[in-house]
T-cell receptor, first 112, second 110 residues
Framework: DAGVTQSPTHLIKTRGQQVTLRCSPK?????VSWYQQALGQGPQFIFQ???????QRGNFPDRFSGHQFPNYSSELNVNALLLGDSALYLC???????????FGSGTRLTVV | QQPVQSPQAVILREGEDAVINCSSS?????VHWYRQKHGEAPVFLMI?????EQKGHEKISASFNEKKQQSSLYLTASQLSYSGTYFC???????????FGKGTTLSVSS
């Protein structure tokens, strides 16, 4: 049974560019959350999607946006990239009402 | 609001015990515990729901004091495989965002 799949695994972008990260949740999971993890820090909550709607959002600017598709997969878009956006982006999924989240291995984004 | 974890780091020898604490200033629905090894994704360990129950499996267990909004993770007779960074995550209401603490790094040596 495949877990959470994220793509790409690594990405290098130039300041000012735009990026799209993708996530396929674990089979049977309908809720997807995105996190940003800087080196040596805990995951910071970006937003959560359920039934194709953004249900909750963390303290991130509007440059960060997302989408959830009918098959529960999700995308994270970041516009006008800043050097400070360099981080590991984690996608986590679970079935609503269930217990723990399953995390993907993340996308390592480097902005130069 | 981000939960506060303590201590920041723990160094153990195999067989020793450790306790990691997680506290919140807000009322919680649940507390999650995850372990992340270097270069890997966080892995779910267990969830504590309000009600103060204690859960665990083998030598890793946890408790949740609803009155204090505080959870503790207990690692007994530590093994080398326990090394990693432990994060608590808190949920204010069912189905809402899981907010993580800054983590506690555990190093177990032989």
């Amino acid at each position: 049974d495949a877990g959470v799949t994220q793509s790409p695994t690594h990405l290098i972008k130039t300041r000012g560019q735009q990026v799209t990260l993708r996530c396929s949740p674990k089979s049977g999971h309908d809720t997807v959350s995105w996190y940003q993890q800087a080196l040596g820090q805990g995951p910071q909550f970006i937003f959560q999607y359920y039934e194709e709607e953004e249900r909750q959002r963390g303290n991130f600017p509007d440059r960060f946006s997302g989408h959830q598709f009918p098959n529960y997969s999700s995308e994270l878009n970041v516009n006008a990239l800043l050097l400070g956006d360099s981080a590991l982006y984690l996608c986590a999924s679970r079935r609503r009402g269930a217990q723990g989240y399953t995390f993907g291995s993340g996308t390592r984004l480097t902005v130069v | 609001q981000q939960p506060v974890q303590s201590p920041q780091a723990v160094i153990l020898r195999e067989g020793e015990d450790a306790v990691i604490n997680c506290s919140s200033s807000k009322a919680l629905y649940s507390v999650h515990w995850y372990r992340q090894k270097h270069g890997e994704a966080p892995v779910f360990l267990m969830i504590l729901l309000k009600g103060g129950e204690q859960k665990g499996h083998e030598k890793i267990s946890a408790s949740f004091n609803e009155k204090k909004q505080q959870s503790s993770l207990y690692l007994t007779a530590s093994q080398l495989s326990y090394s990693g960074t432990y994060f608590c995550g808190t949920e204010r209401q069912a189905g809402t965002a899981l907010i993580f603490g800054k983590g506690t790094t555990l190093s177990v040596s032989s």
